[in-house]
């Protein structure tokens, strides 16, 4: 599998290259009072508005740095089957949304096997989406589950089941 690896205070982990639609530079984000800090905001894709957590932030309780390797990763997030197209056939299925993710030091893509991949042994039941951890020839590297990273309240509060329609007051 491809991965595309980013840091964290210098150690490594790594996005499933089959889940991202698109790496971008770091852009703006209109932040969304009330939200959790490691929320960043939103930004428009396309005509979309794409919601974007900042991953050192989420991580380790520090906003993502202005480096320049600094990136947003666009990278779909609900039900998808990484590597093939699904029916969608199935309504108790979440829809397929759009979610950025920023991260540091996102330089270099590895292939690495499934197989190579071993449970930490370690239990970390606040960041489920931290998975599995592989060696290769420059250290560790930890997989990132991104379809792991919200819980139920922050899915209701980024992606609401029904479209919410502005509401003008005209008097």
Known sequence: M???LFE???DRYALDAAGIVEVLARVPTKSIPGAPAWI???FERHGELVPVIDVPQL???RAARKLRS???VIVRYGTVDTGHHQARDNS???PVHMLGLIVERATQTRRI???QFAESGVATPHARW???VASDATGLVQWVEVQQMLDDNVKALLFPQTPQQPQHAHR
């Open 40 to 42: 960043a905001g939103v």
């Open 70 to 72: 600094t990136r947003l």
């Open 8 to 10: 964290l205070d210098g």
């Open 2 to 4: 491809l991965f595309l």
């Open 59 to 61: 991580a380790l309780g």
């Open 130 to 132: 931290l998975g599995p």
């Open 113 to 115: 096997e499934c197989e």
């Open 92 to 94: 108790s299925r979440e």
